[in-house]
């Protein structure tokens, strides 16, 4: 993998935040008048509005509340393709990650993968049990785990797939669909070794089956190292239970991993000293290589970034040139935190270095931005991360060298968009 570097370019205003306001302040005030003041004879300045001369609804109309009804668009989506065989019971729907704001996505839009639809347990008969290779058994409820300190962290979960579809070329003509198998949000719970401290892990037991009590009984086998580390027993996300489609009542999280090792609806865990060799860790969830062999325990999620703004579900075509645009989108890594993104805007030749705004934490999203002067121009809209172990963003050609074609995890090669003179934003695939 190549360092990133740093290129100018004439043709590129790099500004900060005040640079951006100054410069706006500089434009005439005709050029400033086409773009943003309405006509003064606007009805909807000069006439009362509807909402503002009537009764607004009942403030116990919805006692869950609900997004505005104009926000209809912002929804998760899914489609046949990402599903086994069109069974709607195992597939997945999608983040809109164009109508994404800051780094915590909400409940209801949560990206969700289940492989025998969404079980509705409950929480009354629900038992959870360690066991195996420990010196204390123990079936625990929930409120039993509730009685254990809280933590609270901020953590992304991702797909291995998200993105698969696109490896032999461009599949669909949307961010959501190209990468939104992910989300980020605050996750509330009690970490496992404060629970197994108390119950005595055998030294040699290195690794834990961690079961679902789903219809598919999703099983994987985590290593007792990382069970150990950071991995928590999550009950709740962004204030309040988990959904039933994230797990409810309990799930298990590992920070930075594959989402599907973080199992929905908590079983058990079992303790020993040999890998489980499961179904999802055998016929799938592996990762061919170059040469022919697959990677079976690939566990965390490589330094990864996208451009959220332009999309093809939200071009340019309202701009003109000479406006001035910011420029997001989001880059994680399941190594730790984001230390820098690049972006380019011819395909890769050049890359210069964009802002890293809000919170940076680790195996969190990380925001970048970049304001730009639109010279209603074609471009090529790239970018790449770096996290801070220096873990550097590859190209598709890249990342072919290690993983090979065929393989359909763990992809992470840098994603372009096209920006034609009009505006429009449509997905292509730069592999140099």
Same mark, same amino acid.
Request: aromatic share 8%; with cysteine; net charge positive.
């Given at each position: 993998?190549t360092?990133?570097?740093k290129a100018?370019?004439?043709?590129?205003v790099?500004?900060t935040?005040?640079d951006f306001?100054r410069?706006t302040?500089?434009?005439?005030?005709?050029?400033i008048?086409a773009?943003?003041?309405l006509s003064a004879?606007?009805e909807?300045?000069?006439h009362?509005?509807?909402?503002?001369?009537?009764?607004g609804?009942?403030l116990n109309? =919805?006692p869950y509340?609900l997004?505005?009804?104009?926000?209809h =668009?912002?929804?998760?989506?899914t489609?046949p393709?990402l +599903?086994s065989?069109g069974?709607m019971?195992a597939?997945i729907?999608?983040?809109?990650?164009?109508?994404?704001e800051?780094? *915590?996505?909400?409940?209801?839009?949560?990206?969700?993968?289940?492989?025998?639809?969404v079980?509705?347990?409950?929480?009354? !008969?629900?038992?959870f049990m360690?066991?195996?290779?420990?010196e204390?058994?123990?079936v625990l409820?929930?409120?039993?785990i509730?009685?254990y300190?809280?933590e609270?962290?901020?953590?992304?979960l991702e797909?291995?797939s998200?993105?698969?579809?696109e490896?032999k070329g461009?599949?669909f003509?949307?961010l959501?669909?190209?990468k939104g198998?992910?989300?980020?949000?605050e996750?509330?719970?009690?970490?496992?070794?404060?629970?197994?401290d108390?119950?005595?892990?055998?030294?040699?037991?290195?690794?834990c089956l961690?079961?679902?009590?789903?219809g598919?009984?999703?099983s994987?086998?985590v290593?007792?190292e !990382?069970?150990?580390d950071?991995?928590m027993?999550?009950?709740?996300?962004?204030?309040?239970?988990?959904r039933?489609?994230?797990?409810?009542p309990?799930?298990?999280l590992?920070?930075?991993w594959e989402a =599907?090792?973080?199992?929905?609806?908590l079983?058990?865990?079992?303790?020993g000293?040999?890998?489980?060799?499961?179904?999802?860790?055998?016929?799938?969830?592996?990762?061919?290589?170059?040469?022919?062999?697959a990677i079976?325990?690939?566990?965390p999620?490589?330094?990864?970034?996208i451009?959220?703004?332009p999309?093809p579900?939200?071009?340019?075509?309202?701009?003109?040139?000479?406006d001035?645009?910011?420029?997001?989108?989001?880059?994680?890594?399941?190594h730790? !935190?984001?230390?820098?993104?690049? *972006?380019?805007f011819?395909?890769g030749?050049?890359?210069v270095?964009?802002?890293?705004?809000?919170?940076v934490l680790?195996?969190s999203?990380t925001?970048f931005?970049?304001?730009?002067?639109?010279e209603g121009?074609?471009?090529l809209?790239a970018?790449?991360?770096?996290?801070? *172990?220096?873990?550097?963003?590859?190209?598709? =050609?890249?990342?072919?060298k290690?993983?090979?074609?065929?393989?359909?995890?763990?992809r992470n +090669?840098?994603c372009t968009?096209?920006v034609k003179?009009n505006g429009?934003?449509?997905?292509?695939?730069?592999?140099?």
């Open positions: 993998m360092k990133i570097s100018s370019n004439t043709e590129i790099q500004s935040r005040r306001f410069k302040a500089a434009y005439s005030v005709s050029a008048a773009t943003s003041i004879d606007d909807n300045i000069t009362h509005s509807k909402w503002g001369t009537t009764l609804d009942e109309k =919805n509340g997004p505005s009804p104009y926000e =668009n912002n929804v998760r989506r489609t393709l +599903s065989a069974d019971h597939a729907s999608l983040t809109p990650l164009h109508e994404q800051g780094i *915590i996505t909400p409940n209801g839009l949560f990206f969700t993968r289940t492989h025998n639809g079980a509705q347990i409950d929480p009354n !008969k629900f038992r360690i066991h195996g290779m420990i204390k058994p123990i409820t929930l409120e039993d509730k009685k300190p809280s609270s962290v901020i953590h992304f797909c291995p998200n993105g698969a579809a490896w461009p599949q003509n949307s959501q669909f190209v198998m992910m989300s980020c949000t996750w509330t719970g009690v970490r496992l070794k404060t629970i197994l108390d119950l005595g892990v055998d030294p040699k037991a290195i690794w961690v079961e679902g009590q789903d598919s009984e999703m994987r086998t290593p007792t !990382k069970i150990m950071d991995a027993l999550v009950y709740a996300m962004n204030g309040e239970a988990l039933a489609e994230q797990g409810y309990l799930r298990l590992l920070p930075g =599907n090792l973080c199992v929905k609806w079983k058990r865990l079992e303790f000293d040999k890998p489980w060799y499961c179904k999802e860790e055998t016929s799938k969830y592996t990762t061919l290589t170059a040469s022919g062999k079976q325990h690939f566990y999620l490589e330094v990864n970034s451009i959220t703004s999309c579900e939200k071009p340019w075509t309202s701009l003109k040139k000479g001035m645009i910011e420029i997001q989108g989001l880059a994680w890594s399941g730790g !935190k984001i230390k820098l993104v690049d *972006i380019s011819d395909g030749k050049n890359w270095e964009a802002n890293l705004k809000g919170l680790p195996k999203w925001r931005s970049y304001i730009y002067k639109y121009k074609p471009l809209l970018s790449r991360a770096m996290d801070e *172990i220096k873990n550097v963003q590859p190209t598709v =050609n890249q990342e072919k290690i993983i090979g074609v065929e393989g359909v995890y763990h +090669s840098i968009w096209e003179e429009e934003v449509h997905n292509v695939q730069m592999r140099s």
